[in-house]
Protein backbone atom coordinates (compact mmCIF):
# COMPACT_ATOMS: atom_id res chain seq x y z
CA UNK A 1 0.00 0.00 0.00
CA UNK A 2 1.59 3.41 -0.94
CA UNK A 3 2.98 5.62 2.09
CA UNK A 4 3.36 9.15 3.09
CA UNK A 5 7.44 9.22 3.81
CA UNK A 6 8.50 12.33 6.38
CA UNK A 7 12.37 12.93 6.76
CA UNK A 8 14.12 13.17 8.86
CA UNK A 9 12.45 11.24 11.55
CA UNK A 10 14.41 13.15 14.49
CA UNK A 11 15.42 16.68 13.77
CA UNK A 12 17.40 18.16 16.90
CA UNK A 13 17.66 21.97 16.08
CA UNK A 14 19.35 24.72 18.61
CA UNK A 15 16.29 27.33 18.81
CA UNK A 16 16.67 30.28 16.71
CA UNK A 17 17.92 28.35 13.63
CA UNK A 18 15.64 27.29 10.66
CA UNK A 19 14.52 23.86 10.32
CA UNK A 20 13.07 21.94 6.86
CA UNK A 21 11.04 19.17 7.34
CA UNK A 22 10.40 17.15 4.24
CA UNK A 23 7.61 15.05 2.88
CA UNK A 24 7.37 12.19 -0.31
CA UNK A 25 2.97 11.97 -1.09
CA UNK A 26 1.37 9.51 -1.99
CA UNK A 27 2.07 9.54 -5.80
CA UNK A 28 -1.35 11.06 -7.58
CA UNK A 29 -2.56 13.06 -4.74
CA UNK A 30 -3.47 16.44 -4.96
CA UNK A 31 -3.72 17.78 -1.78
CA UNK A 32 -1.21 17.85 1.45
CA UNK A 33 -1.25 19.22 4.49
CA UNK A 34 0.56 19.66 7.44
CA UNK A 35 0.09 18.95 11.32
CA UNK A 36 1.63 18.77 14.48
CA UNK A 37 1.21 17.58 18.18
CA UNK A 38 3.17 18.69 21.35
CA UNK A 39 3.77 15.79 23.33
CA UNK A 40 0.82 14.73 25.56
CA UNK A 41 -1.48 17.18 23.45
CA UNK A 42 -4.37 17.02 20.52
CA UNK A 43 -3.01 16.61 16.73
CA UNK A 44 -3.50 20.35 15.38
CA UNK A 45 -3.89 21.56 11.59
CA UNK A 46 -1.63 23.67 10.42
CA UNK A 47 -1.98 24.26 6.53
CA UNK A 48 -3.34 22.50 3.17
CA UNK A 49 -1.81 23.32 0.18
CA UNK A 50 -3.53 22.70 -3.23
CA UNK A 51 -2.51 23.42 -6.93
CA UNK A 52 0.72 24.71 -5.59
CA UNK A 53 -0.30 27.28 -3.34
CA UNK A 54 -2.01 27.54 0.47
CA UNK A 55 -5.76 26.73 0.80
CA UNK A 56 -6.11 26.80 4.21
CA UNK A 57 -4.18 27.92 7.48
CA UNK A 58 -5.02 27.51 11.07
CA UNK A 59 -3.90 30.32 13.44
CA UNK A 60 -0.89 28.43 14.39
CA UNK A 61 0.36 28.79 10.99
CA UNK A 62 2.22 32.55 11.06
CA UNK A 63 4.63 34.14 9.53
CA UNK A 64 7.65 31.72 10.77
CA UNK A 65 5.99 28.70 8.84
CA UNK A 66 6.13 28.57 5.29
CA UNK A 67 5.21 25.44 2.43
CA UNK A 68 6.34 24.67 -1.01
CA UNK A 69 6.75 21.91 -3.39
CA UNK A 70 9.70 22.72 -5.17
CA UNK A 71 10.36 19.94 -7.38
CA UNK A 72 6.95 18.84 -7.83
CA UNK A 73 7.42 15.82 -5.31
CA UNK A 74 8.70 16.94 -2.03
CA UNK A 75 6.69 18.54 0.14
CA UNK A 76 8.40 20.98 2.37
CA UNK A 77 7.62 22.92 5.85
CA UNK A 78 9.77 25.34 6.90
CA UNK A 79 9.91 27.21 10.11
CA UNK A 80 12.09 30.06 10.44
CA UNK A 81 14.08 31.66 13.93
CA UNK A 82 12.60 28.15 16.09
CA UNK A 83 11.57 28.44 19.06
CA UNK A 84 11.79 26.32 22.45
CA UNK A 85 7.92 25.63 22.05
CA UNK A 86 7.91 24.39 18.12
CA UNK A 87 9.46 21.02 19.99
CA UNK A 88 6.99 18.72 18.67
CA UNK A 89 5.89 15.97 16.01
CA UNK A 90 5.03 17.34 12.81
CA UNK A 91 3.25 14.84 10.53
CA UNK A 92 2.60 15.45 6.56
CA UNK A 93 -0.39 14.19 5.20
CA UNK A 94 -2.05 13.77 1.90
CA UNK A 95 -5.44 12.28 -0.10
CA UNK A 96 -7.28 13.33 -3.44
CA UNK A 97 -6.56 10.51 -5.62
CA UNK A 98 -6.34 11.92 -9.30
CA UNK A 99 -7.69 8.11 -9.77
CA UNK A 100 -11.09 9.02 -8.27
CA UNK A 101 -13.59 11.02 -9.68
CA UNK A 102 -14.46 12.87 -6.72
CA UNK A 103 -11.66 14.17 -4.56
CA UNK A 104 -13.02 16.35 -1.24
CA UNK A 105 -14.10 13.18 0.60
CA UNK A 106 -11.28 11.32 0.09
CA UNK A 107 -9.89 10.47 3.67
CA UNK A 108 -6.17 12.02 4.48
CA UNK A 109 -3.28 9.36 4.71
CA UNK A 110 -0.80 10.48 7.44
CA UNK A 111 2.97 9.78 7.58
CA UNK A 112 4.68 8.90 11.11
CA UNK A 113 6.18 12.27 11.30
CA UNK A 114 9.82 14.29 11.87
CA UNK A 115 10.09 14.65 15.81
CA UNK A 116 11.33 18.03 15.90
CA UNK A 117 13.12 19.00 19.33
CA UNK A 118 14.37 22.46 19.87
CA UNK A 119 17.46 22.98 22.11
CA UNK B 1 -17.17 21.39 11.17
CA UNK B 2 -19.58 19.49 14.05
CA UNK B 3 -17.80 18.51 17.62
CA UNK B 4 -17.38 15.53 18.93
CA UNK B 5 -17.94 13.83 21.84
CA UNK B 6 -16.05 10.31 22.86
CA UNK B 7 -15.29 8.69 26.33
CA UNK B 8 -12.13 9.02 27.25
CA UNK B 9 -10.87 5.19 27.72
CA UNK B 10 -12.14 1.96 27.21
CA UNK B 11 -11.23 -1.98 27.69
CA UNK B 12 -11.89 -4.30 25.61
CA UNK B 13 -10.80 -8.75 25.47
CA UNK B 14 -8.71 -9.48 23.20
CA UNK B 15 -11.12 -11.85 20.20
CA UNK B 16 -14.06 -9.90 20.88
CA UNK B 17 -15.75 -7.35 19.46
CA UNK B 18 -14.85 -3.50 19.94
CA UNK B 19 -17.49 -0.96 19.64
CA UNK B 20 -16.46 2.23 19.76
CA UNK B 21 -19.16 5.43 20.32
CA UNK B 22 -19.21 9.10 19.37
CA UNK B 23 -21.59 11.43 19.17
CA UNK B 24 -22.20 14.44 16.76
CA UNK B 25 -25.27 15.72 17.98
CA UNK B 26 -24.46 19.30 15.87
CA UNK B 27 -23.67 17.43 12.12
CA UNK B 28 -24.72 19.02 9.16
CA UNK B 29 -26.22 17.21 6.15
CA UNK B 30 -22.79 17.61 3.91
CA UNK B 31 -20.48 16.55 6.83
CA UNK B 32 -19.06 12.94 6.50
CA UNK B 33 -17.96 10.93 9.87
CA UNK B 34 -14.44 9.32 9.86
CA UNK B 35 -12.23 7.50 12.23
CA UNK B 36 -8.78 7.59 12.43
CA UNK B 37 -6.65 5.93 15.12
CA UNK B 38 -3.21 6.27 16.40
CA UNK B 39 -0.69 3.78 17.59
CA UNK B 40 1.80 5.24 20.46
CA UNK B 41 3.39 7.97 19.11
CA UNK B 42 2.72 7.36 14.87
CA UNK B 43 1.46 8.87 12.27
CA UNK B 44 -2.99 8.93 12.61
CA UNK B 45 -3.89 5.65 10.50
CA UNK B 46 -6.93 6.28 8.76
CA UNK B 47 -9.97 3.39 9.31
CA UNK B 48 -13.04 4.28 7.94
CA UNK B 49 -15.50 7.45 6.69
CA UNK B 50 -18.89 7.49 6.03
CA UNK B 51 -21.87 10.08 5.49
CA UNK B 52 -25.09 8.27 6.02
CA UNK B 53 -25.13 4.44 5.20
CA UNK B 54 -22.93 1.94 7.48
CA UNK B 55 -19.90 1.43 6.04
CA UNK B 56 -17.54 -1.78 6.41
CA UNK B 57 -13.89 -2.52 5.01
CA UNK B 58 -11.04 -4.81 6.13
CA UNK B 59 -10.49 -3.09 8.99
CA UNK B 60 -13.44 -2.28 10.61
CA UNK B 61 -17.29 -1.11 10.33
CA UNK B 62 -19.21 2.08 11.22
CA UNK B 63 -22.78 1.99 12.62
CA UNK B 64 -24.38 5.71 12.01
CA UNK B 65 -27.61 6.22 13.77
CA UNK B 66 -30.68 7.24 11.28
CA UNK B 67 -30.65 11.05 12.75
CA UNK B 68 -26.90 11.13 12.12
CA UNK B 69 -26.49 12.47 15.57
CA UNK B 70 -23.79 9.48 16.61
CA UNK B 71 -21.75 6.72 15.25
CA UNK B 72 -20.05 3.44 16.31
CA UNK B 73 -16.87 1.95 14.95
CA UNK B 74 -16.67 -1.80 15.43
CA UNK B 75 -13.50 -3.60 15.45
CA UNK B 76 -14.67 -7.30 14.77
CA UNK B 77 -12.01 -9.16 16.98
CA UNK B 78 -9.72 -6.50 18.53
CA UNK B 79 -5.80 -7.93 18.77
CA UNK B 80 -3.19 -6.29 21.49
CA UNK B 81 -2.38 -4.42 18.22
CA UNK B 82 -5.37 -2.50 17.83
CA UNK B 83 -4.41 -0.74 21.25
CA UNK B 84 -4.42 2.82 20.29
CA UNK B 85 -6.56 6.27 20.54
CA UNK B 86 -9.29 6.49 18.50
CA UNK B 87 -10.52 10.08 16.91
CA UNK B 88 -14.03 10.98 15.93
CA UNK B 89 -14.07 13.62 12.95
CA UNK B 90 -16.54 15.17 11.82
CA UNK B 91 -15.61 17.14 8.34
CA UNK B 92 -17.29 18.98 6.30
CA UNK B 93 -16.30 19.89 2.58
CA UNK B 94 -16.64 23.30 2.15
CA UNK B 95 -13.31 23.82 1.44
CA UNK B 96 -13.23 21.26 -1.17
CA UNK B 97 -10.68 18.70 -0.59
CA UNK B 98 -8.36 20.82 1.65
CA UNK B 99 -10.07 21.53 4.58
CA UNK B 100 -7.80 20.59 7.85
CA UNK B 101 -9.17 17.58 10.47
CA UNK B 102 -9.90 18.15 13.49
CA UNK B 103 -8.67 15.99 16.16
CA UNK B 104 -10.00 15.92 19.88
CA UNK B 105 -8.84 13.78 22.69
CA UNK B 106 -10.35 10.57 21.17
CA UNK B 107 -10.75 7.11 23.34
CA UNK B 108 -7.77 5.35 24.53
CA UNK B 109 -8.67 1.48 23.56
CA UNK B 110 -7.27 -0.82 25.71
CA UNK B 111 -7.50 -4.42 24.44
CA UNK B 112 -6.75 -6.84 27.27
CA UNK B 113 -5.30 -10.33 26.97
Known amino acids: EPEVTQTPSHQVTQMGQEVILRCVPI?????FYWYRQILGQKVEFLVSFYNNEISEKSEIFDDQFSVERPDGSNFTLKIRSTKLEDSAMYFC?????????????????FGDGTRLSIL | DAKTTQPPSMDCAEGRAANLPCNHSTISGNEYVYWYRQIHSQGPQYIIH???NNETNEMASLIITEDRKSSTLILPHATLRDTAVYYC??????????????FGKGTHLIIQP
Open chain 2, 50 to 52: GLK
Open chain 1, 93 to 109: ATSGSQAQNYYSNQPQH
Open chain 2, 89 to 102: IVRGHSGGGADGLT
Open chain 1, 27 to 31: SNHLY
